[in-house]
């Protein structure tokens, strides 16, 4: 077994070196359809990242009359905290709304001078209420409208951060998915250059596999040296695609955190390296292999 592998491994070194044009255009196609591959996983893991933070913004706002009973709101505050679908609820009184207002506008003499003139607290008492899911929003303001007492809400205010969610959800779904489509593009062509690849070296070594065939060479050895050889492009293609990662992370990353923030691309990369080369690996080496055996298969017949 060591000598037949061995032997399969120096062979299928061989084979790599005579076809040195072909195996480098398997290569490239190869690092292209990685390259698209890690991309997605990172576009992934940074969408996703942006979609939670963007989440976590969103609530349901109620805003009372000025009339309304406090004792009411406190009601109706702890009949939304037993809702399964709430996550946290928070009351705003209107001195709370009117000392925050205040302080928002404490640079803006006119702003001030106005409520003073005004001499009673124009704002009104509010909650916020934040849902376990967003999916949850349409069920909680259908409960406000419905268990409310009559003439105490002023108006139910759903964050516009809903629709920029939803757009933004839309607009990654269909990057996502024209990624998908173009890995599986280049992978398919890295596919077909290195059949072809494996299928000239097959050619060009006929003679020499008849005559292996003829002295009762096993099927492993003639098959090892092309299996060896996919197998070499997958691993090349895998080490050169994650060398050129890693400059790239550091130019695109400080940009990347202008639009994103709460996702650090540079720390991502490190900390997820092993889990990109190895998937990266799976896919460049299955091309190659599998690749491999089906021209074996259809010009060996062994």
């Known amino acids: 077994m060591v000598i037949l592998l061995s032997r399969v491994i120096k062979y299928g070194i061989q084979n790599f070196w ?4 072909l195996s ?6 190869m690092i292209l359809a990685l390259t698209v591959f890690s991309s997605l996983i990172i576009f992934g893991s940074a969408a996703n990242t942006t979609i939670s933070s963007l989440q976590e913004k969103i609530d349901v706002s ?15 505050k702890s009949s939304l905290e037993e809702l399964e679908e709430v996550r946290a609820v928070e009351y705003i009184s209107r001195d709370q709304a009117l000392e925050s207002f205040k302080e928002k506008h404490k640079d803006d003499p006119a702003v001030i001078q106005s409520l003073d003139e005004l001499g009673d607290n124009p704002l009104s008492a509010s909650i916020n209420v934040r849902a376990k899911d967003p999916k949850y ?9 419905s268990e409310a007492p009559a003439g105490l809400i002023d108006k139910i205010n759903f964050s516009e951060n809903q629709v920029v969610i939803e757009r933004l959800s839309k607009i990654v779904n269909t990057l996502r998915m024209g990624g998908i489509i173009l890995a599986v593009v280049l992978a398919l062509i890295a596919f077909l250059i290195a059949f072809n690849t494996i299928r000239l070296a097959i050619f060009s070594n006929r003679e020499s596999i008849e005559i292996m065939r003829l002295v009762g060479a ?10 060896v050889e996919g197998i070499i492009h ?11 990662f890693i400059p790239l992370v550091y130019i695109l990353g400080p940009y990347l955190k202008i639009l994103v923030p709460e996702f650090g691309l540079v720390s991502y990369f490190w900390s997820h390296i092993f889990v990109l080369l ?14 491999s055996l089906i021209a074996m298969r259809k010009h060996l017949k062994v």
């Open 18 to 21: 005579r076809n040195g044009l």
């Open 24 to 29: 480098s255009a398997t290569i490239v196609v």
């Open 234 to 244: 997958g691993l090349i293609a895998s080490l050169i695609t994650t060398i050129l």
């Open 218 to 227: 096993s099927n492993s050895l003639i098959r090892g040296p092309y299996i």
């Open 62 to 76: 109620v805003y009372f009359k000025t009339s309304a009973d406090e004792g009411q709101i406190l009601a109706l």
């Open 278 to 291: 190895g998937g990266q690996i799976l896919i460049s080496g299955g091309i190659g292999i599998f690749s």
């Open 137 to 145: 929003y349409a069920d909680i303001s259908s409960f406000l409208e």
